[in-house]
């Protein structure tokens, strides 16, 4: 199946709208599959993707594929107005993307000798990916594996580190780019313009401290909002001065910011020419944490029990779908149905089992099924070979995601 998300969505049912009525909507929807069982509810990856157009105020957004890893649905929210290019995570993907998609900067950077020796033999690609650099040896990695003399030439746009640097408090963000303020960005600029076969093309500064911290959670709220302000107002000073900056050394096709946490703030800077969002599509729990946007739970995957160790504790098989970051409780899968089951302490989600306990275990039976929600987004792909689609009570369709194209990039 294509997905479309510019269809009309499925009429509004007349029926119970609560979660739970949506659980067990999707519950008969997968009633005919063994599981474990990963499903793309169509109606809610719509409402996402529509939402996060709305939250960008007309700033286009580039689409991060690792938090997708699904081609299908990557081509149906870049088929949406408002939607325009990819963010990649590694090369080898972004050869690959680029046989059918000609908008392509790799988010990160890359020591990847073979794939930089196919960037460099492929005049197409070259023209449709743009590396990441944030440092000179990087350059010095692409001249060893193809010497400017013998390959075209290569863009790249400068990762530009957006973390903020608070009095007392220190280092707020996530530890990317070692180059921070104007001057900085601006010397390592000119210095890839003055360097042969390469082309600066764009700047991307990502602020984690914003984009990926919720400030709803009812736990130390008023202080995650301060920092973001605080954090907020400095950079969108400092980031307007390091465009300022580098547009003197190179004409810039983009400035690119923020990420699903963020697209408000990110979009009314007036340094940004576009916006990143991808976790905001399929929507794991870490983003229910958020004042200025509620998404819909568009991505789920269904375990069965197989086993009950004790009357209010039951066993899932499989269910250790672990995110990306500390290791700590948020990064878990969450059983959000049937209501009430939690994780155990002492043994969380596991490889090949899950526990859970609650009063809702009592009432489950060999073989029934237990709804889970991935924390990120991109960890749910990695394990299943593809995602049944769903609208209301109806399997619609599945789509392939990257491993079951044969693809694990990282």
Same mark, same amino acid.
């Given at each position: 199946m294509s997905i479309d998300l510019l269809a009309a969505p499925a009429p509004a049912r007349a029926a119970d709208p609560s979660p739970a009525a949506s659980w067990r909507e999707r519950t008969a929807a997968i009633a005919g599959l063994s599981g474990p069982v990963a499903t793309i509810d169509v109606d809610a990856l719509r409402h996402n993707a529509l939402d996060l157009v709305v939250r960008s105020g007309g700033v286009p957004i580039r689409v991060a594929s690792k938090?997708? +890893? %699904?081609?299908?649905?990557? #081509?149906?929210?870049?088929?949406?107005?408002?939607? =325009?290019?990819?963010?990649?995570?590694?090369?080898?993907?972004?050869?690959? &993307?680029?046989?059918?998609?000609? #908008?392509?900067?790799?988010?990160?950077?890359?020591? #990847?000798?073979?794939?930089?020796?196919?960037?460099?033999? @492929?005049?197409?690609?070259?023209? =449709?990916?743009?590396?990441?650099? @944030?440092?000179?040896?990087? &350059?010095?990695? %692409? @001249?060893?594996?193809?010497?400017?003399?013998?390959? /075209? +030439?290569? =863009? %790249?746009?400068?990762?530009a580190d957006a973390s903020w640097r608070a009095p007392v408090?220190?280092?707020?963000?996530? +530890?990317r780019s070692p180059v921070h303020d104007a001057a900085e960005v601006a010397a390592l600029g000119r210095a890839i313009a003055a360097r042969p076969g390469f082309a600066l093309v764009g700047l991307m500064m990502y602020e984690a401290q914003i984009a990926g911290q919720p400030d709803d959670t009812g736990s130390g709220d008023a202080v995650v909002r301060w920092m973001q302000r605080k954090s907020g107002d400095e950079l969108r000073e400092r980031r307007g001065a390091i465009v300022a900056a580098l547009r003197e050394v190179a004409e810039l096709e983009f400035v690119n910011g923020g990420g699903t946490g963020s697209l408000e703030y990110t979009s009314a800077d007036d340094a940004v020419?576009?916006?990143?969002?991808?976790?905001?599509?399929?929507?794991?729990?870490?983003? @229910?944490?958020? +004042?200025?946007?509620s998404p819909a739970p568009a991505a789920a995957f269904a375990l069965e029990v197989v086993r009950r160790p004790t009357p209010d504790i039951v066993t899932v098989l499989g269910g250790g779908w672990i995110a990306s970051g500390p290791p700590v409780?948020?990064?878990?899968?969450?059983?959000?149905?049937?209501?009430? &089951?939690?994780?155990?302490?002492?043994?969380?989600?596991?490889?090949?089992?899950? /526990? &859970?306990?609650g009063d809702a275990a009592r009432a489950l039976s060999i073989g029934d099924r237990v709804w889970f929600r991935h924390a990120k987004s991109g960890e749910l792909a990695e394990r299943v070979d593809r995602y049944h689609l769903t609208s209301g009570d109806r399997l619609v369709g599945e789509s392939a995601t990257y491993r079951g194209e044969g693809k694990s990039f990282l």
């Open positions: 938090s997708i +890893r %699904v081609r299908e649905v990557l #081509d149906a929210a870049l088929a949406l107005p408002g939607y =325009r290019g990819i963010l990649a995570f590694t090369l080898p993907e972004a050869l690959w &993307l680029a046989e059918t998609h000609d #908008d392509i900067v790799l988010g990160y950077p890359t020591a #990847d000798r073979a794939a930089l020796a196919a960037l460099a033999a @492929d005049p197409r690609a070259a023209e =449709r990916i743009t590396l990441m650099v @944030d440092d000179l040896a990087q &350059l010095d990695l %692409v @001249d060893a594996v193809a010497p400017a003399a013998s390959r /075209p +030439r290569i =863009r %790249v746009a400068i990762d408090l220190g280092h707020l963000g996530v +530890r020419t576009e916006t990143t969002a991808g976790s905001g599509l399929l929507a794991g729990h870490l983003f @229910d944490g958020y +004042r200025a946007f409780a948020s990064r878990q899968p969450a059983p959000v149905w049937p209501a009430g &089951l939690h994780t155990l302490a002492r043994e969380g989600a596991g490889e090949v089992q899950t /526990p &859970l306990q």
